[in-house]
């Protein structure tokens, strides 16, 4: 069996979509012929971590931990027991606790302004690259006795694709950069006080590291497209996907017209026109307010909360928190609709969110809101699972609503029976093992 390096910060595993990526890959790549063997933290600051994820790593899987030196430590010891709060939520948005949406949400205090630039100008390309050096150099000598065939990285935190670029430089071993978000064009780089010489140095690293890498992934067609025009390394896309063995168990569905969200819920994605249809609905429809429930599984930024309540909808009201992925998969199993909003970003016209899948998965109607020409408006139209509504789209919006309901009400609410099966666990794990025998077995 051959053996790949896996450079991960997040591990064990945290409930993101995003980060279940290599958690699933791990989980499938010992059965398509690669041992991975993770490394990661010891000490990362992660707020939630999700014992189900971790419960599917393989035993084929090795996992190495060493210390890691957090910014964040440092700050708090500096400013104060408790302190670091400010400079903790402030590194990517919604990555790291606190707000959902702290990078570009507004009202900022002065020392959440200060340790913005902080980050923005003195970590680059994050917080996470005091952990580089000692990794490169601890790296190198660990692999004298336990080698690999390949080296993965998988970012943000983009620090990690330094790790990859000088461990490949040093040993010659090929290298995957796998690009979980864009870089520079990530929706959040322009809100980070960057001064010109920081932004520089934020496009050059980018550069370096897409040059630098045996291969390139991407997880959306138009990130793809934007990375082939910055280097002439090939960028492949493997997109997130969905489990099939997450989606097996049986449940009954509750009596309810449940509308669903689930996973990181920010206030810049805050869809103010819904709130406003379902309560008009409300108003008229008895029989709908009694039944409507809305269900927020996952960490949700107070403002949509307040949004939801200043629309007369609190006691339709489910706030559940951040939960397990299993309690994810459940709820939106059991949603009458599934709402996936985009953040009112342009960058986002790129953007595939990793729950739009498992949204797929669940054969449950998707109302999505953001650019309606975007890569996720693609994907839901063209597998047939729901509509995606521009922001401002109120009168189409009340008919999707009432259509649904109408469905409900008769037990007709069809499930999206198109074919999904690109988009499963396993074979995207198949793309990868592929795509990791090609540049092991062709390294040129």
């Known amino acids: 069996m051959k053996r790949v390096l896996i450079i991960t910060y997040y591990w064990p595993p945290s409930g993101g979509s995003g980060v279940q990526r290599w958690v699933k890959f791990a989980k499938y790549l010992p059965k398509e012929g690669w041992q991975p063997v993770i490394y990661t933290p010891e000490n990362p600051e992660l707020t939630t971590v999700d014992k189900t994820l971790a419960e599917e790593i393989p ?22 027991k408790g302190s670091s709060t400010d400079l903790k939520t402030l590194t990517a948005a919604g990555s790291d606790g606190g707000e959902v949406n702290p990078v570009n949400g507004g009202g900022k205090s002065w020392k959440q302004r200060l340790s913005l630039f902080i980050r923005g100008n003195c970590f680059i390309p994050d917080p996470r690259i005091l952990w580089v050096k000692p990794s490169v150099r601890f790296l190198k000598e660990y692999l004298k006795g336990h080698p690999v065939d390949a080296i993965v990285t998988t970012g943000p935190p983009q620090s990690m694709h330094l790790i990859g670029l000088e461990l490949s430089r040093a040993t010659g071993l090929p290298w995957l950069a796998d690009f979980r978000d864009p870089w520079t064009k990530m929706f959040y780089f322009k809100h980070l006080s960057l001064r010109e010489k920081a932004e520089k140095k934020h496009h050059e690293l980018e550069k370096e590291v897409l040059d630098g890498a045996t291969r390139v992934i991407a997880v959306s067609p138009m990130v793809q497209k934007d990375f082939q025009k910055m280097t002439s390394t090939p960028v492949e896309i493997i997109t997130n996907g969905f489990d099939e063995a997450d989606f097996n168990r049986h449940f009954d569905l509750d009596e309810n017209f449940n509308i669903t ?25 008895k029989e709908f307010r009694r039944s409507l429930r809305i269900r927020l599984v996952g960490k949700t930024d107070k403002e949509i909360v307040e949004s939801i309540e200043a629309a007369g909808l609190g006691q339709n009201l489910k706030d559940f928190g951040y939960q397990s992925h299993e309690v994810a998969v459940r709820e939106q199993r ?10 009112k970003e342009p960058e986002y016209e790129a953007v595939l969110p990793g729950k739009l899948f498992e949204y797929l998965a669940s054969r449950r109607p998707i109302l999505g809101i953001g650019q309606t020409e975007g890569a996720m408006a693609k994907v839901v139209r063209d597998t047939g699972s729901g509509i995606v509504f521009d922001w401002d789209e109120e009168k189409k919006l009340r008919a999707y609503i009432d259509l649904c309901w109408d469905e409900f009400k008769n037990d007709e609410l069809k499930d999206n029976c198109s074919d999904i099966s690109m988009y499963s666990r396993r074979k995207l794990t198949k793309r990868l093992a592929a795509l990791l025998n090609e540049i092991t077995d062709n390294p040129n």
């Open 261 to 285: 969200h689930t996973g990181l819920f920010a206030s810049d994605g805050n869809p103010g026109n819904l709130w406003k249809v379902l309560a008009a609905k409300c108003e008229t429809d």
């Open 334 to 343: 059991n949603a009458s609709v599934l709402i996936l909003p985009l953040r």
């Open 59 to 80: 035993p084929e899987a090795e996992i190495v931990k060493r210390h890691i030196l957090e910014p964040y430590g440092i700050y708090r010891k500096l400013m104060g």
